[in-house]
């Protein structure tokens, strides 16, 4: 069986650091900004990548960056792609379950799923499970990264911006990745709605890293040390740390809502409550990616369960359905089959007989 995560002999869980860490800009030698050159590679099912996919929606990028989705199943090779071949396999799949809102990115359903029995890990409904890599006809991840750098010995991992001229990666690095599509780069291939978008602006830059910095150790990273720590000392001690976290980011929020309902009389669909200032910025993207899979698979697969989002969190929980339900980039490019089958169905180790829990009912409640 693969092992998807490194582990120290203390039983606790390592991320690997990103390899390549380039950037994109008219300054830089190599990677200049132009449309269509770059593509972004992602998993619907991977909270790094997604918040790739929400940036590159809020920006307004989605036709000036392509992006293709590997399939939910990640197996011992890693990452794969859909054959070419079976494409256009199922017509009915690509119309019922896509349309192009945020940049061609599969719709989440209505509805939840009602039973998960019938889908195999090698299921290829195209569009649905996982597009195609239709550059080179790529069946894995891993075979970027070869082409990229012949010698590449780490870990396979989505999101991958590439770069289609040079043929090589320009950034495996989520964070990175993010603060590229945010920057003016792209501005002039782009309205003039999507160049007034700024995720980072200048004034809350330092609260954003601030918040940024112990929400990824605590909360985003938080719960994998906790569902793949291998000692129940170290999970109980990671398990604890997401909570106090959690408590600390209901805080925040809670304290954000005061201050809004004296000034605008409360939340609706156009008022927001914000993770720093009074605006949309990357930390609530970090945060949303990692929130939004807490309930669906957190809770029960990585036994992050001392409440749920919807019991335990009003204010966190009215945070999130106000992204989820009011902001097109983060309900278009969530997908939580993808969501549940990845984790359930991928790791083996701590879901041997791959039965995917139907529950949460619904995977998010209404507003
Ligand atoms: N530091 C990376 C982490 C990305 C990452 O860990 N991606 C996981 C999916 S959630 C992955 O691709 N894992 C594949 C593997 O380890 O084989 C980032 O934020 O971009």
Redesign the pocket.
């Known amino acids: 069986m ?1 092992k ?2 490194a582990s120290s002999n203390n039983g606790a869980f390592k ?4 390899s390549f860490r380039e950037t994109i800009s008219k300054q830089h030698p190599i990677y200049k900004p132009a449309k269509g050159r770059y593509w972004l590679y992602v ?1 619907l ?5 997604h ?1 790739t996919l929400i940036t590159r929606a809020l920006k307004g990028l989605t036709s000036v960056i392509g992006c293709s989705v590997v399939h939910w199943h ?1 197996d011992e090779k ?2 794969r792609f859909l054959d070419m071949g079976k494409q256009l396999g199922d017509e009915n799949d690509f119309l019922e379950h896509w349309h192009d809102a945020a940049g061609g990115i599969k719709t989440a359903k209505d509805d939840t799923s009602t039973s998960f029995a019938s889908i195999k890990n090698d299921s290829q409904r195209f569009m649905v499970d996982a597009t195609n890599e239709p550059h080179y006809g790529y069946q894995r ?1 891993s075979d970027l990264y070869y082409k990229s750098d012949p010698q590449y010995s780490a ?5 991958v911006l590439w770069d289609l001229e040079t043929q090589t990666i320009v950034n ?4 990175d ?1 993010i603060r590229i599509l945010n920057s003016s780069a792209f501005d002039e291939f782009v309205g003039e709605k999507y160049k007034k978008v700024d995720l980072v602006p200048e004034h809350l830059k330092p609260e954003i890293d601030a918040f940024n910095s112990w929400v990824y150790d605590n909360i985003n990273n938080g719960v994998y040390k906790t569902g793949f720590a291998e000692k129940a000392k170290v999970y109980e001690s990671e398990a604890t740390n997401v909570f106090e976290h959690l408590d600390k980011v209901e805080k925040i929020l809670s304290e954000k809502y005061v201050d809004l309902k004296a000034k605008n009389g409360g939340v609706d669909g156009k008022q927001n409550i914000f993770a720093v200032g009074d605006q949309l910025t990357e930390a609530d993207i970090r945060l949303y990616t990692t929130i939004i899979r807490f309930d669906p698979v957190y809770v029960q697969h990585f036994k992050c369960n001392f409440t749920t989002i919807r019991d335990g969190y009003p204010f966190t929980h009215l945070w999130l359905r106000n992204l989820y339900w009011n902001n097109d980039a983060f309900r278009y490019t969530t997908d939580f089959d993808h969501i549940k089958l990845h984790y359930t169905r991928s790791h083996t180790r701590i879901n041997p007989l791959g039965i995917t829990p139907l529950g949460p009912k619904p995977d998010i409640l209404p507003l």
Not at 15 to 18: A, I, K, P
Not at 155 to 159: C, G, S
């Open positions: 693969s998807q995560w991320r690997q650091v990103s998993s099912a991977c909270p790094w990548a918040r990640l890693g990452w991840i870990r396979f991992t989505v999101p495996n690095e989520s964070s990745i």
